[in-house]
């Protein structure tokens, strides 16, 4: 929804008004819309040469970038635009494009829908009945609104933008009004596109949003106002969703797109650009994760990705969705694409001008640190040490929801899910390290650097911190006692305070790790095990997490929410308790295992 409203009736005009006052030196405002502020004369046009081709593009708003900031040097010359999601008038796309004529004719392109059609369309006769050559080229990229032998039939979605960039390009460079609607045609011809929504939008100063979708559901194939789509799924992942949209859109690709006999799922030597298009709400953090999907699957079917681009190309509002485009090149429209471009939300230097990196350099393998030389002990500790860590990543899982929610009280919800990254990476790393000999210390080590070079944050850096520490302690030696065990932990639990300046009874992990520590001290003796001394401490570590409850934090994001956190344990002191618990247990079983193997003997 909309939170930032005057009177909705005059939204649009605002909205406008703000835009170009947000970009002066790039566009102004005109009846109807706005155009790009330029030399109607460019430098360099000989007064023989024929005058420059207009680019007009336009529809409702609430979809930006498109369509106003798409006006600039190297695309549209003017925009018109329309009431939130409304078409523009006749008149509004009649006067943008009188403004911006400069006599060598006027392209109109725009999404089809059925109010721009008859819009533009009435525009385009008024300009012709005043002697002003004006073609249309209506862009129809979505392969879910119609079936593939009405494809003239089709809405037009983010594949605005490849018919826009590529017409823009062609007049900028000097093509006559055939030639841009040629290429505009061809672009348009070339570029599929489908999307999916998670949840509606709502229009400003409404009170229900547009549509809604089911909870745990996607609707595949929805348009960028709310059209109905084609189907309705579970939510899948985002690899899962990847996987689905290629398919359908390889379904569609061009017939002049040759398939490898040898593999009828690749193509030969097709280059593409991609598009992944936020639709509003979506963030860019994850339209990354689904393009890394995209692009995985895409480079196994032999394509070369051309310049992609992910990000709010055309939006819904505040739509929660997405959609994936496929741009299949030729020689041609690759060159009009990478031409350089500048508008207010789209910008692209001179093609060539990008640093290009060497593929076969950046796949040089980081050299690893050699693996210390270890007594087998200690190797027999690393392996016991692995399968620990992998423990401890399989208690995360269980457990992310819960410490995300505890997290949420006072910080910002995080917590499970760096934990679980960290466990999973130090586990892995743990895994690697001891097949190739390493001995506790060294596996300890490098587990908790990978710990916290994936996990990141606070807890991140502090858990790394701890397994290092704890390494440092008990080497690749011997294997450490129960005492030499005691001693790195309280080491660990005097580097986490030294590093991160906590406390006892500062709400943090230090409230479980310290009296486990002191607890594995007093349990610690040359005859009891390291893992009866650590069983025996396992109860005092959950009942001081839980105390933190009662504790008001002093360090930390949540220090600022004192109020909200008293009364829910400190997740850091938990997920420290929950770790500490399933170690236990985990060598509860293993001693199990051990003597059940002796007595087979």
Not at 180 to 205: D, H, K, M, Q, Y
Not at 290 to 299: C, D, Q, S, W
Not at 411 to 436: F, K, N, Y
Not at 500 to 528: Q, V, Y
């Given at each position: 929804?909309?939170?930032?409203?005057?009177?909705?009736?005059?939204?649009?005009?605002?909205?406008?008004?703000?835009?170009?006052?947000?970009?002066?030196?790039?566009?102004?405002?005109?009846?109807?819309?706005?155009?790009?502020?330029?030399?109607?004369?460019?430098?360099?046009?000989?007064?023989?040469?024929?005058?420059?081709?207009?680019?007009?593009?336009?529809?409702?708003?609430?979809?930006?970038?498109?369509?106003?900031?798409?006006?600039?040097?190297?695309?549209?010359?003017?925009?018109?635009?329309?009431?939130?999601?409304?078409?523009?008038?006749?008149?509004?796309?009649?006067?943008?494009?009188?403004?911006?004529?400069?006599?060598?004719?006027?392209?109109?392109?725009?999404?089809?829908?059925?109010?721009?059609?008859?819009?533009?369309?009435?525009?385009?006769?008024?300009?012709?009945?005043?002697?002003?050559?004006?073609?249309?080229?209506?862009?129809?990229?979505?392969?879910?609104?119609?079936?593939?032998?009405?494809?003239?039939?089709?809405?037009?979605?983010?594949?605005?933008?490849?018919?826009?960039?590529?017409?823009?390009?062609?007049?900028?460079?000097?093509?006559?009004?055939?030639?841009?609607?040629?290429?505009?045609?061809?672009?348009?011809?070339?570029?599929?596109?489908?999307?999916?929504?998670?949840?509606?939008?709502?229009?400003?100063?409404?009170?229900?949003?547009?549509?809604?979708?089911?909870?745990?559901?996607?609707?595949?194939?929805?348009?960028?106002?709310?059209?109905?789509?084609?189907?309705?799924?579970?939510?899948?992942?985002?690899?899962?969703?990847?996987?689905?949209?290629?398919?359908?859109?390889?379904?569609?690709?061009?017939?002049?797109?040759?398939?490898?006999?040898?593999?009828?799922?690749?193509?030969?030597?097709?280059?593409?650009?991609?598009?992944?298009?936020?639709?509003?709400?979506?963030?860019?953090?994850?339209?990354?994760?689904?393009?890394?999907?995209?692009?995985?699957?895409?480079?196994?079917?032999?394509?070369?990705?051309?310049?992609?681009?992910?990000?709010?190309?055309?939006?819904?509002?505040?739509?929660?969705?997405?959609?994936?485009?496929?741009?299949?090149?030729?020689?041609?429209?690759?060159?009009?694409?990478?031409?350089?471009?500048?508008?207010?939300?789209?910008?692209?230097?001179?093609?060539?001008?990008?640093?290009?990196?060497?593929?076969?350099?950046?796949?040089?393998?980081?050299?690893?640190?050699?693996?210390?030389?270890?007594?087998?002990?200690?190797?027999?500790?690393?392996?016991?040490?692995?399968?620990?860590?992998?423990?401890?990543?399989?208690?995360?899982?269980?457990?992310?929801?819960?410490?995300?929610?505890?997290?949420?009280?006072?910080?910002?919800?995080?917590?499970?899910?760096?934990?679980?990254?960290?466990?999973?990476?130090?586990?892995?790393?743990?895994?690697?390290?001891?097949?190739?000999?390493?001995?506790?210390?060294?596996?300890?080590?490098?587990?908790?650097?990978?710990?916290?070079?994936?996990?990141?944050?606070?807890?991140?850096?502090?858990?790394?911190?701890?397994?290092?520490?704890?390494?440092?302690?008990?080497?690749?030696?011997?294997?450490?006692?129960?005492?030499?065990?005691?001693?790195?932990?309280?080491?660990?639990?005097?580097?986490?305070?030294?590093?991160?300046?906590?406390?006892?009874?500062?709400?943090?992990?230090?409230?479980?790790?310290?009296?486990?520590?002191?607890?594995?001290?007093?349990?610690?003796?040359?005859?009891?095990?390291?893992a009866e001394a650590w069983r025996a401490s396992t109860e005092v570590a959950r009942v001081a997490a839980e105390a933190t409850a009662t504790l008001s934090p002093s360090t930390g994001r949540a220090r600022?929410?004192?109020?909200?956190?008293?009364?829910?344990?400190?997740?850091?002191?938990?997920?420290?308790?929950?770790?500490?618990?399933?170690?236990?247990?985990?060598?509860?079983?293993?001693?199990?295992?051990?003597?059940?193997?002796?007595?087979?003997?």
């Amino acid at each position: 929804m909309a939170y930032l409203v005057n009177d909705p009736a005059n939204f649009t005009d605002e909205l406008i008004d703000g835009f170009v006052a947000a970009h002066p030196s790039l566009i102004r405002r005109v009846p109807g819309g706005v155009a790009r502020v330029h030399d109607l004369s460019p430098t360099g046009l000989s007064s023989t040469s024929p005058p420059p081709v207009a680019l007009v593009i336009g529809g409702g708003s609430g979809h930006y970038p498109a369509f106003g900031g798409l006006v600039g040097q190297g695309l549209a010359d003017g925009a018109a635009m329309g009431n939130i999601f409304a078409s523009p008038s006749a008149q509004q796309v009649y006067s943008v494009a009188r403004a911006v004529s400069m006599g060598g004719g006027v392209l109109l392109s725009y999404g089809n829908y059925s109010g721009d059609v008859l819009n533009f369309d009435r525009a385009q006769e008024r300009l012709r009945a005043e002697g002003i050559d004006c073609r249309t080229v209506a862009v129809t990229d979505d392969i879910s609104s119609a079936t593939a032998d009405k494809s003239s039939s089709r809405r037009g979605i983010a594949g605005d933008l490849t018919v826009f960039k590529c017409a823009g390009a062609a007049a900028a460079g000097g093509a006559d009004l055939d030639e841009v609607e040629r290429v505009a045609r061809e672009a348009n011809g070339r570029t599929r596109t489908i999307g999916v929504a998670f949840s509606g939008c709502t229009l400003p100063g409404a009170s229900e949003p547009l549509f809604t979708v089911p909870a745990g559901k996607v609707a595949v194939g929805m348009g960028i106002h709310g059209e109905p789509g084609i189907d309705e799924i579970s939510m899948p992942s985002a690899n899962e969703l990847a996987a689905m949209l290629v398919e359908r859109l390889w379904t569609e690709r061009p017939s002049d797109v040759k398939l490898c006999t040898s593999n009828p799922d690749n193509a030969e030597a097709a280059r593409m650009v991609v598009l992944v298009n936020g639709l509003g709400s979506v963030k860019t953090e994850e339209l990354f994760v689904f393009y890394r999907a995209v692009a995985k699957i895409l480079e196994l079917r032999g394509v070369t990705i051309v310049e992609p681009e992910v990000g709010e190309l055309v939006t819904s509002f505040e739509m929660a969705g997405l959609s994936l485009t496929f741009f299949w090149l030729t020689e041609e429209l690759e060159y009009l694409w990478s031409q350089q471009a500048y508008a207010p939300a789209y910008r692209k230097r001179l093609a060539g001008s990008h640093g290009q990196s060497d593929p076969a350099s950046e796949k040089t393998e980081e050299a690893s640190r050699p693996i210390p030389a270890a007594s087998a002990e200690s190797r027999d500790s690393a392996i016991l040490g692995a399968a620990l860590l992998n423990t401890i990543a399989q208690t995360m899982d269980t457990n992310a929801e819960e410490l995300g929610r505890l997290d949420a009280v006072a910080g910002d919800g995080d917590h499970g899910i760096g934990m679980q990254r960290g466990s999973h990476a130090a586990a892995l790393e743990a895994s690697r390290v001891t097949r190739l000999g390493a001995g506790l210390g060294s596996t300890l080590l490098a587990a908790g650097e990978a710990w916290a070079d994936r996990a990141g944050g606070t807890s991140g850096a502090l858990w790394g911190e701890i397994l290092v520490t704890i390494g440092d302690h008990v080497g690749d030696e011997v294997r450490p006692t129960s005492i030499i065990f005691a001693e790195a932990v309280s080491a660990a639990a005097e580097a986490v305070s030294r590093y991160g300046g906590a406390r006892l009874g500062d709400k943090t992990l230090l409230d479980t790790l310290i009296p486990f520590g002191k607890s594995l001290s007093r349990a610690s003796t040359e005859t009891l095990s390291v893992a009866e001394a650590w069983r025996a401490s396992t109860e005092v570590a959950r009942v001081a997490a839980e105390a933190t409850a009662t504790l008001s934090p002093s360090t930390g994001r949540a220090r600022k929410h004192i109020g909200r956190s008293l009364g829910t344990p400190d997740p850091g002191a938990v997920s420290m308790s929950l770790i500490i618990e399933a170690v236990s247990e985990a060598f509860h079983l293993s001693e199990e295992h051990t003597s059940k193997s002796r007595e087979s003997l």
